[in-house]
C-alpha cells in the first residue's frame, strides 16, 4: 500500500532558526495537505498542493510539492515559540484507492528561547 | 461552537466489551472520515463517508469496526470485542466539496481498553 514517510522525525530549533520537514510517497500524489497538531490538540488543516512543482507561501511558512508529486517539503524562516508542535503531511494516492489520506509520522518541531 | 465534535472524549473500557463513539461534523460538510492516531503515529485513516454512503474503508480495518451515518449528518463508529490494540485516540474529520480538501478535525476520543 501507499506509504508516505517524513524526516526528521525530531528537530530541534533556537528560537529564530529556520525549520524543514521533508515528506516522501512510495507513490505519486494527486494533492498533498499539510497539518499542525499542537501538543494535546488535534490536527489543524495548514494548506493543500496540487500541482507539480507547485510553491505557496503562507507568511514564514513555504510550502513546495515535487515535480513527480512524489514529494513536498515545508520550510519555516525564523522560528517562534508558537511553531512548536507536530507537522504532518498527508498525501491522497493518484486515482483513488481504498487507503484514503495516507499520514506521515510527523516531524516534532522543539524550539528553545 | 460551530466546529467538529466528539463524544465521549474518553472511555475506559475492559477487553470484550463493546464501544460506540459519536462523531457530529460541521454542518454543511458532506464528508465526514474516521481515523485512529496513537502516540508518536500520524492520523491513520479508517473510513470515509460521502453524505450517508461511506465510500472507503481502510483495508487494515478489522471486521470488528463499523461506521455509520445514516442520513448523511453525525456518525458512529463502533469498536466490538475491544482488544487492548485498540487503544488510541479516535479522530473524526469533515470536510465540504468533493475532490480533497482541508479537513476539520475533531477533538478526539480516547479510547483506552483494560
Known amino acids: 500500500g501507499q506509504q508516505v514517510m517524513q524526516i526528521p522525525q525530531y528537530q530541534h530549533v533556537q528560537e529564530g532558526e529556520d525549520f524543514t520537514t521533508y515528506c516522501n510517497s512510495s507513490t505519486t500524489l494527486s494533492n498533498i495537505q499539510w497539518y499542525k497538531q499542537r501538543p494535546g490538540g488535534h490536527p489543524v488543516f495548514l494548506i493543500q498542493l496540487v500541482k507539480s512543482g507547485e510553491v505557496k507561501k503562507q507568511k514564514r511558512l513555504t510550502f513546495q510539492f515535487g515535480e513527480a508529486k512524489k514529494n513536498s517539503s515545508l520550510h519555516i524562516t525564523a522560528t517562534q515559540t508558537t511553531d512548536v508542535g507536530t507537522y504532518f503531511c498527508a498525501g491522497w494516492r493518484s486515482g483513488g484507492g481504498a487507503d484514503g489520506l495516507t499520514f506521515g509520522k510527523g516531524t516534532h518541531l522543539i524550539i528553545q528561547p | 461552537d460551530t466546529g467538529v465534535s466528539q463524544n465521549p472524549r474518553h472511555k475506559i473500557t475492559k477487553r470484550g466489551q463493546n464501544v460506540t463513539f459519536r462523531c457530529d461534523p460541521i454542518s454543511e460538510h458532506n464528508r465526514l472520515y474516521w481515523y485512529r492516531q496513537t502516540l508518536g503515529q500520524g492520523p491513520e485513516f479508517l473510513t470515509y463517508?460521502?453524505?450517508?454512503?461511506?465510500?472507503?474503508k481502510s483495508r487494515l480495518l478489522s471486521d470488528r469496526f463499523s461506521a455509520e451515518r445514516p442520513k448523511g449528518s453525525f456518525s458512529t463508529l463502533e469498536i466490538q470485542r475491544t482488544e487492548q490494540g485498540d487503544s488510541a485516540m479516535y479522530l473524526c474529520a469533515s470536510s465540504l466539496g468533493l475532490t480533497p480538501y482541508e479537513q476539520y478535525f475533531g477533538p478526539g476520543t480516547r479510547l483506552t481498553v483494560t
Open positions: 463517508f460521502q453524505n450517508e454512503a461511506q465510500l472507503e
